[in-house]
């Protein structure tokens, strides 16, 4: 079997094998050989590319989870202590000093938006729309990984086959050789029977090598996109699921309904809507910008000086000040007067940290507008962004809904063209089976040469290729238009 039938083979086996393994998983994947749905649920929860976008979905969610705590009010501390020395103000009484001291203060503060232009509820909104996306996302990348392992596998499958198959041919060749061997001896045939089935027999060695190389490279592609190591790489084998043939009944698929079903199932369009809504929302916070902003605010602090004073009494001091007063018409008769008095009088002491933090705290509370005027043009700008974003997405959603009627279409004509492919290789087969036979029989006599039985061959080999070829690519294309309708995938 030549390389280029190989590989066409392969392509076409693609999405065949993928509902032809059981539909179960062992607990421990792997065990006695690995199918292709272990394969897949492994990669799905184990590849390095699902776990990055699962990484990605969990930043969405904690952006969600903190644009709803942003509605809570905020609760802010702060605190310092310091040394003075020289002319400073008293930060208790606001006199002036020229002592040394010490200083230390504390507050707290908190705010609670009121009002932000609808911004935090709509940013809630496009944070909540982002998630869903992700997760669609995760789906995606999901399906994506689903059918690099699929081609991995069907490459380390088809290479398994493509090893038995070149034995098998080195091991009819070497028949035919040993034959012809003796024929020449007995003067029956020319040596140049003889150089030629050698030389054929060199080639399908050449064939083996091959085919090992590319199971080899084919095993580690998959191995990698596993993501295993160690043991569990050095014994990976798979298992080979068996393979019907198909059926030769007609493709019945409208591609238009199979698009109508596939645009509302499939996550890489669900995750373009989303960002579509999402766009809509982002659009939305952007012009919030444009109205005032209402908020709560309250907070208290205190203050302490070393060597502060505390005022624990008041005392009242009386008693008589005399006065003299001068009379007469001269002046100088003076008379001496005892006026009474009373004066209150503060009794302080030196107060220690505590009390002055009780008896100095300063709480207030109030309401905040800020009303944008001018910013720069700044809330237009970021207004004409997210104008910009949201064509963008919508444009993605639209190009995303295209490659999927693209591949619908492209699925449906492919089927079609299998199925007459797969009805003309199975007339080709049969009657190019008669003649191989006939060219064998015609050279263990003699009759024919062996440049004649290798044309004959090579002719019944690509027959054979084309014929499984044209089985899997139309099983292949009618399980995706399956796949697209949602409906349950069986052979």
Same mark, same amino acid.
């Not at 034959?179 to 050698?198: C, H, M, P, Q």
């Not at 302080?348 to 005027?373: A, W």
């Given at each position: 079997?030549?390389?280029?039938?190989?590989?066409?083979?392969?392509?076409?086996?693609?999405?065949?094998?993928?509902?032809?393994?059981?539909?179960?998983?062992?607990?421990?994947?792997?065990?006695?050989?690995?199918?292709?749905?272990?394969?897949?649920?492994?990669?799905?929860?184990?590849?390095?590319?699902?776990?990055?976008?699962?990484?990605?979905?969990?930043?969405?969610?904690?952006?969600?989870?903190?644009?709803?705590?942003?509605?809570?009010?905020?609760?802010?501390?702060?605190?310092?202590?310091?040394?003075?020395?020289?002319?400073?103000?008293?930060?208790?009484?606001?006199?002036?000093?020229?002592?040394?001291?010490?200083?230390?203060?504390?507050?707290?503060?908190?705010?609670?938006?009121?009002?932000?232009?609808?911004?935090?509820?709509?940013?809630?909104?496009?944070?909540?729309?982002?998630?869903?996306?992700?997760?669609?996302?995760?789906?995606?990348?999901?399906?994506?990984?689903?059918?690099?392992?699929?081609?991995?596998?069907?490459? &380390? +499958?088809?290479? $398994?086959?493509?090893?038995? =198959?070149? @034995? !098998?041919?080195?091991?009819?060749? %070497?028949? *035919?050789? /040993?034959?012809?061997?003796?024929?020449?001896?007995?003067?029956?045939?020319?040596?140049?029977? &003889? +150089?030629?089935? $050698?030389?054929?027999?060199? =080639?399908? @060695? !050449?064939?083996?090598?091959?085919? %090992?190389? *590319?199971? /080899?490279?084919?095993?580690?592609?998959?191995?990698?996109?596993?993501?295993?190591?160690?043991?569990?790489?050095?014994?990976?084998?798979?298992?080979?699921?068996?393979?019907?043939?198909?059926?030769?009944?007609?493709?019945?698929?409208?591609?238009?309904?199979?698009?109508?079903?596939?645009?509302?199932?499939?996550?890489?369009?669900?995750?373009?809507?989303?960002?579509?809504?999402?766009?809509?929302?982002?659009?939305?916070?952007?012009?919030?910008?444009?109205?005032?902003?209402?908020?709560?605010?309250?907070?208290?602090?205190?203050?302490?000086?070393?060597?502060?004073?505390?005022?624990?009494?008041?005392?009242?001091?009386?008693?008589?000040?005399?006065?003299?007063?001068?009379?007469?018409?001269?002046?100088?008769?003076?008379?001496?007067?005892?006026?009474?008095?009373?004066?209150?009088?503060?009794?302080?002491?030196?107060?220690?940290?505590?009390?002055?933090?009780?008896?100095?705290?300063?709480?207030?509370?109030?309401?905040?507008?800020?009303?944008?005027?001018?910013?720069?043009?700044?809330?237009?700008?970021?207004?004409?962004?997210?104008?910009?974003?949201?064509?963008?997405?919508?444009?993605?959603?639209?190009?995303?809904?295209?490659?999927?009627?693209?591949?619908?279409?492209?699925?449906?004509?492919?089927?079609?063209?299998?199925?007459?492919?797969?009805?003309?290789?199975?007339?080709?087969?049969?009657?190019?089976?008669?003649?191989?036979?006939?060219?064998?029989?015609?050279?263990?006599?003699?009759?024919?040469?062996?440049?004649?039985?290798?044309?004959?061959?090579?002719?019944?080999?690509?027959?054979?290729?084309?014929?499984?070829?044209?089985?899997?690519?139309?099983?292949?294309?009618?399980?995706?238009?399956?796949?697209?309708?949602?409906?349950?995938?069986?052979?």
């Amino acid at each position: 079997m030549k390389k280029k039938s190989v590989n066409l083979l392969l392509a076409a086996a693609l999405g065949s094998l993928l509902f032809s393994a059981p539909a179960f998983a062992q607990d421990n994947p792997g065990n006695g050989g690995w199918t292709l749905t272990e394969a897949i649920e492994y990669a799905q929860k184990n590849n390095l590319q699902v776990k990055q976008t699962r990484v990605g979905r969990d930043l969405n969610a904690i952006d969600l989870k903190q644009a709803r705590y942003d509605r809570l009010p905020d609760l802010n501390g702060g605190g310092g202590y310091s040394f003075n020395a020289g002319s400073y103000q008293n930060p208790v009484d606001f006199s002036l000093s020229t002592e040394n001291s010490q200083t230390a203060n504390f507050q707290a503060s908190s705010n609670l938006p009121l009002f932000m232009g609808f911004q935090q509820t709509n940013l809630i909104k496009q944070y909540g729309l982002d998630l869903q996306a992700s997760e669609q996302d995760i789906l995606a990348i999901q399906n994506d990984i689903t059918l690099q392992v699929i081609t991995s596998y069907l490459n &380390v +499958l088809f290479s $398994e086959e493509l090893i038995k =198959t070149a @034995e !098998l041919q080195r091991s009819t060749s %070497q028949k *035919q050789l /040993d034959r012809t061997r003796l024929l020449y001896k007995a003067g029956s045939v020319a040596e140049i029977a &003889v +150089l030629d089935l $050698e030389s054929q027999l060199a =080639t399908d @060695e !050449l064939d083996i090598i091959n085919a %090992q190389n *590319q199971r /080899d490279i084919a095993r580690l592609s998959l191995i990698q996109l596993l993501n295993l190591e160690n043991e569990q790489a050095r014994t990976f084998e798979i298992i080979i699921p068996d393979v019907p043939e198909p059926d030769e009944a007609p493709v019945v698929a409208n591609p238009t309904m199979v698009y109508d079903i596939a645009a509302q199932t499939q996550p890489g369009v669900k995750a373009a809507d989303f960002r579509v809504l999402s766009a809509d929302k982002a659009l939305d916070v952007a012009r919030g910008a444009y109205y005032p902003r209402v908020s709560l605010g309250a907070g208290f602090s205190t203050r302490y000086i070393k060597g502060g004073q505390r005022l624990i009494s008041v005392e009242t001091i009386s008693g008589r000040n005399p006065q003299t007063f001068y009379l007469g018409q001269t002046g100088d008769a003076a008379q001496t007067y005892y006026l009474p008095f009373s004066v209150e009088k503060g009794v302080f002491e030196t107060s220690n940290i505590v009390d002055q933090f009780q008896d100095n705290v300063n709480k207030y509370v109030g309401i905040n507008l800020s009303i944008p005027v001018f910013n720069g043009f700044l809330a237009r700008n970021n207004v004409q962004r997210a104008k910009l974003g949201q064509q963008n997405a919508k444009l993605n959603a639209d190009i995303e809904r295209n490659q999927l009627r693209q591949t619908i279409e492209q699925a449906y004509v492919d089927a079609l063209a299998a199925q007459r492919k797969y009805a003309a290789a199975k007339q080709q087969v049969t009657a190019l089976e008669k003649n191989y036979k006939n060219a064998e029989l015609r050279l263990n006599s003699g009759v024919i040469n062996t440049v004649d039985f290798f044309v004959i061959t090579n002719n019944y080999r690509t027959a054979q290729s084309n014929l499984i070829q044209a089985k899997y690519e139309y099983t292949f294309k009618l399980k995706v238009l399956d796949f697209y309708q949602g409906k349950e995938i069986t052979l």
